[in-house]
């Protein structure tokens, strides 16, 4: 690949050397735009459901200047970012008016980000544009943040559905008193009654365990509003006819076969933040749950959440073009080909592992932690190779979150490869930000809160009656 700028890693993932990080990108490109001395201002307006609008000003190149052919990267990636960190179904663009024009021909039908626009448009019920205006005509920012989740009294079903397994919880007065996974295979299934059943056993399983059940709370991959489903992958197969009929309701009639009782169904990365928050007892938390893809969400310094989509797995990390693509978006260096397990099996062949191809994901997994608790160091540099990712990701998310704890979950995380994902993004942080290794805190939970804590905390997000 041509570099637009270029700079030495001062820790490289060990797998993958065409590594293009984000945060140094937009680094190398503010402090050139400072020092020219001729940087124009841009304002981004992101506007979503309600009115509300979350703005992000920055600065880019003249258009005479000899390096203003790299604010097209600039933008279009920054654009993409904070499309899918808050979501929304209209840019609204203060700047220069080609790069307002750029974006508008991008997210138009048959244009680069159509996929991104047409999801958005889905998940807002919108019809999605881009307005282009000038940097002071840029409205205000208008956020809304709400109250999540932290109830503990009662008898709770706390149920997180994944995409290679689904975990449940038994949860009274806030003590677990029963937990269980179990594999199953959503994403691959077109039979909606598949994950229906799936849903209703876990919850019977739990309701088993306590003498009633006074509420349930469902942290699930995907987007949710008032409990209807509005756009999963774990649905993904699921035709559009029977998505309408039995899936955009499906968790409020599996509750039913259980009772009358408060639900809650709320995206996984949020409940990652809230469980993360629920240990830590602290706000500025982001968290992550790798698993079959990446899932972000986030508690405000209030204990709030945000509102925002925080789907990290569309979010740009590597600005390397000949980076993978994730088979959803068609786009490159997204978050889920690098903090899921997609990324072990992408890094495997590359460490010297061949996989199976018989195997299904979670099974490719499984194989590559056990050779890594054998003390295979081909499998360790796997891992130290998503950990070096992490490090140089979680200063890009920076420029978006204001982070104090970083929480890290999910499957891609048991056993020896989550400490050293952990201790080489700590390295990272320490030795090319750190002014933020001083600020941020990078927790790992025990085993056990790995792989069932969002079960936990999902018990955790209905208020009683």
Excluded at 383 to 411: E, P, W
Excluded at 447 to 455: A, F, K, P, T
Aim: proline residues 5%.
């Amino acid at each position: 690949m041509k570099k637009p700028f270029n700079f030495d890693l001062k820790i490289k993932p060990v797998c993958d050397p065409d590594f293009y990080p984000a945060a140094l990108f937009n680094r190398a490109f503010l402090e050139a735009v400072e020092k020219s001395g001729t940087g124009v201002p841009v304002a981004i307006g992101i506007e979503r459901n309600d009115g509300l609008i979350s703005v992000f000003r920055t600065k880019v190149f003249r258009e005479s200047s000899l390096d203003a052919d790299k604010n097209i990267l600039y933008i279009e990636r920054l654009v993409k970012s904070l499309m899918w960190i808050k979501g929304g179904f209209r840019i609204i663009f203060g700047g220069p008016g080609y790069l307002g024009e750029y974006l508008k021909k991008a997210y138009a039908p048959g244009g680069l980000r159509e996929f991104d626009a047409g999801f958005m448009a889905r998940v807002y019920d919108r019809p999605f544009e881009v307005i282009i205006t000038d940097y002071d005509k840029v409205p205000a920012e208008n956020e809304k943040p709400v109250p999540a989740g932290g109830h503990m009294d009662g008898c709770r079903i706390g149920f997180d559905a994944g995409g290679s397994d689904r975990k449940v919880s038994a949860v009274i007065d806030g003590k677990a008193v029963y937990s269980e996974e179990v594999v199953w295979h959503p994403k691959t299934n077109s039979d909606p009654d598949y994950h229906y059943e799936g849903i209703v056993t876990a919850f019977k399983t739990a309701a088993s365990h306590m003498p009633r059940v006074d509420a349930i709370g469902v942290s699930s991959a995907g987007i949710y509003v008032n409990n209807e489903v509005k756009v999963a992958s774990l649905f993904l197969k699921v035709p559009n006819e029977l998505f309408k009929e039995k899936v955009r309701d499906i968790y409020i009639r599996a509750a039913k076969e259980i009772g009358d009782v408060p639900l809650v169904v709320a995206n996984d990365g949020d409940v990652t933040a809230l469980a993360g928050a629920m240990d830590l007892n602290s706000g500025n938390v982001l968290g992550i749950a790798m698993g079959t893809s990446e899932a972000g969400g986030y508690v405000d310094k209030d204990g709030y959440i945000t509102g925002w989509l925080n789907e990290l797995a569309f979010a740009p990390v590597d600005y390397n073009p000949d980076s993978m693509r994730d088979e959803w978006s068609g786009d490159y260096g997204c978050g889920v080909k690098y903090f899921s397990q997609d990324a072990v099996i992408k890094l495997a062949p590359r460490a010297g592992i061949e996989l199976d191809e018989n195997l299904i994901p979670a099974e490719k997994l499984k194989v590559v932690q056990n050779l890594n608790e054998q003390g295979d160091e081909r499998a360790a540099g796997i891992f130290r190779s998503i950990g070096c990712y992490l490090g140089y990701t979680l200063a890009h998310y920076a420029s978006f979150y204001d982070i104090k704890h970083v929480l890290v979950l999910g499957r891609v995380t048991s056993g020896k490869g989550g400490t050293q994902i952990v201790e080489t993004a700590k390295q990272v942080l320490k030795e090319e930000f750190p002014e933020l290794a001083e600020k941020i805190s990078l927790e790992l939970p025990d085993e056990s809160n790995r792989r069932v804590g969002q079960s936990i905390a999902a018990a955790s997000l209905p208020k009683l009656k």
